[in-house]
């Protein structure tokens, strides 16, 4: 094996400046990225690169991190920032518009739900640039603009409102000074937002720099802030659609075979009457009593779970009361039905769920429950569901058999091939993910992960028109749209 050539004096130095540069920022980014991002900086330093290039793309790399994991704890990065600057002899604002014209691009931030990517990247802008406030805003269908996301202070003020609004309207200087600026966010050609900021009078300059690229970031955020709402219209019509249908069907449940049972019941109880009319000898009159007795307990029992099955199927049931009261009633009414012992635990509030999002949820943890029941021959059953910044997971965990999903999931037919896919397609359709850990002899786990509901309904028809999707008049099919 060769060995790796020795590197010079100032090379070592080079790569212990690296270190030294990037430990303050080690509480605020994930260790593997800041040291995937040292690497990188290593590797670069190694091949003969410029130390201050090297080190310029690794705090990028850490501080569009931090800006995702903590975004409201980047203010800690601005003294780590000046001593970087110290320690590679360039300026406090050159380095800072090099570290943010690479930042603002970074996947990390841009590949974040929109509603996330838009506050990291004012965190960035405000930390990199010394802003006292930053503000994205987008057109409305009024002509007007919406505040998406702000921090700091001062720049989501009515003055800011009036300020993005004319930079949007093509007259940015008007009410703009030196404590509050602004810039038009374009998509096409055309300003379909803006973002406002209150600089620093010290920081001016780099806010200036930096502004550019900010602004055309924010573009490709309302781009996928459009898109996603575009899906999430498509998707709430396609649960709305599979809820009718399941709708439907408890209606029929209890037209068709509940009816059936409360006649069959009838029928049994009048042949124990028939039978007593025959003049039947008293034993075989008992055997066939209790017979009848038994078959209308058990005829009972299925009375119960179809008239509990088709009031699951009402989505009522999950939009119109708690949604974690009815999370827990669906783990008990397993429990009752099963015999099995089947733990709840519920962690953060669901509230900010969709009601797709919740219906979604509620069928699946139906579905899962389901093939435990029927399938996994489990004792016993954890239910784990938690609401997190990213969104929501649930994770349904049993002590039964086990399988091999893969072997499972590639099988042509089966009831729980798909429920299983059943389940993978409908948190495919809200972004979401459904995976599942077993093996022969179990345990098994299935995690279920939908991503927040990170949209603005209220915008929805007014970026759609703001970013170029004209709708029709009132009246008229293309009619173009008066006032803008």
Not at 128 to 155: E, F, H, K, P, T
Request: contains cysteine.
């Amino acid at each position: 094996m060769t060995k790796p050539p020795p590197i010079s004096s100032r090379t070592a130095d080079a790569l212990r400046a690296l270190e030294s540069l990037a430990e303050p920022l080690r509480p605020l980014a994930p260790a593997r990225l800041v040291d995937a991002a040292l690497e990188r900086a290593r590797g670069r330093v190694r091949d003969g690169h410029d130390v201050s290039l090297a080190a310029t793309s690794a705090l990028a790399s850490i501080l569009a991190g931090a800006a995702r994991e903590h975004a409201e704890r980047l203010d800690e990065a601005a003294g780590a920032l000046a001593a970087a600057a110290e320690a590679l002899e360039v300026s406090e604002a050159a380095l800072a518009v090099a570290v943010g014209e690479r930042a603002f691009l970074e996947t990390s931030v841009l590949l974040l739900p929109p509603m996330l990517a838009a506050g990291s990247l004012l965190h960035l802008f405000r930390t990199l640039a010394g802003l006292r406030g930053a503000a994205l805003w987008a057109r409305d269908a009024s002509g007007g603009v919406a505040a998406i996301r702000a921090v700091g202070s001062g720049a989501d003020t009515p003055r800011a409102r009036d300020l993005a609004c004319g930079t949007v309207a093509g007259n940015g200087d008007a009410g703009s000074d030196s404590s509050l600026v602004a810039a038009p966010v374009h998509r096409h050609g055309h300003a379909v937002g803006a973002v406002t900021l209150r600089p620093a009078r010290a920081t001016a300059g780099r806010a200036a720099e930096l502004l550019p690229t900010c602004a055309a970031v924010a573009a490709t955020i309302l781009d996928r802030l459009l898109l996603l709402e575009r899906r999430a219209t498509a998707e709430r019509i396609l649960v709305e659609a599979g809820e009718h249908r399941l709708r439907r069907l408890g209606l029929d449940l209890h037209d068709g075979p509940l009816q059936g049972t409360a006649q069959l019941a009838g029928e049994l109880r009048l042949l124990g009457d028939e039978a007593v009319e025959l003049g039947l000898a008293p034993e075989p009159l008992e055997k066939l009593r209790g017979r009848i007795d038994d078959l209308l307990a058990r005829l009972r029992s299925v009375d119960d779970e179809l008239r509990e099955l088709a009031s699951s199927f009402e989505s009522r049931v999950v939009l119109n009361a708690s949604f974690e009261t009815a999370l827990a009633d669906e783990v008990a009414a397993f429990e009752r039905r099963s015999g099995k012992r089947a733990r709840f635990q519920l962690q953060g509030s669901l509230e900010g769920l969709s009601p797709s999002q919740r219906i979604a949820l509620y069928r699946m943890l139906q579905e899962a429950l389901a093939n435990v029941r029927q399938h996994s021959g489990a004792r016993t059953i954890a239910v784990r569901v938690a609401a997190e910044v990213a969104g929501v997971r649930a994770e349904i965990t049993d002590d039964g058999v086990g399988f091999d999903p893969r072997r499972l999931l590639s099988q042509s037919s089966g009831r729980r091939r798909l429920g299983l896919a059943g389940m993978r397609e409908r948190a495919q359709l809200l972004g979401g993910s459904v995976e599942v850990e077993s093996k022969p002899g179990g345990p098994t786990r299935v995690s279920i992960f939908l991503p927040a509901s990170m949209t603005l309904p209220d915008l929805v028809e007014d970026l759609v028109w703001a970013l170029g999707d004209p709708r029709p008049e009132p009246g008229g099919e293309d009619g173009e749209r008066g006032g803008a």
